[in-house]
């Protein structure tokens, strides 16, 4: 649950570098570049596979209390852990969650304090093909800096 006696920003306008595993095809049209929008007529396909990854990189150090991401339905992956790194280099496996297959917008707590980056690592994926597909993503939380 999260916590409404604080305010939490999207951390969004922190972002230094997003990688991703793959893109289907290469075609940037399906890139990474439309997973922090909120234009809900582009999205990130990724490529086929058993696993895939999303790493955020923050320009400061932040706090971060929950995530938010909508995949489409019959393309989700069953599992999503979490890892962090501090600017230090310390990194460690924060969460583990389980995303329903469906449409919506899901929001997963993460309690995370001081961390610069951070990697979600989508498994055992919905379709046969190993094929993730996210409209949206987004994390919220403060910066400490």
């Given amino acids: 649950m999260i916590d409404s006696n604080?305010?939490?920003?999207s951390l969004r306008s922190h972002i230094k570098s997003l990688?991703?595993?793959?893109?289907l095809n290469?075609?940037?049209?399906?890139?990474?570049q439309n997973l922090l929008t909120d234009d809900n007529e582009t999205c990130w396909n990724s490529g086929e596979g058993k696993q895939q990854f999303i790493i955020i990189n923050f320009n400061k150090t932040i706090?971060?209390?929950?995530?938010?991401?909508?995949?489409?339905?019959?393309?989700?992956?069953?599992?999503?852990?979490?890892?962090?790194?501090?600017?230090?280099?310390?990194s460690k496996l924060t969460n583990t969650v389980e995303p329903n297959d469906s449409n919506s917008n899901q929001i997963f707590q993460c309690k995370c304090d001081n961390i610069s980056s951070v990697k979600l690592i989508m498994s055992n994926p919905s379709?046969?093909?190993g094929r993730i597909i996210v409209y949206r993503l987004d994390l919220f939380g403060n910066v400490t800096e």
């Fill in 63 to 90: 706090n971060l209390n929950h995530f938010t991401i909508q995949f489409q339905g019959g393309f989700v992956c069953r599992q999503i852990e979490l890892v962090t790194v501090t600017f230090g280099g310390l």
């Fill in 19 to 23: 990688k991703v595993s793959s893109t």
């Fill in 26 to 32: 290469n075609d940037r049209s399906l890139g990474k």
């Fill in 127 to 129: 379709d046969f093909f």
């Fill in 6 to 9: 604080e305010t939490f920003i």
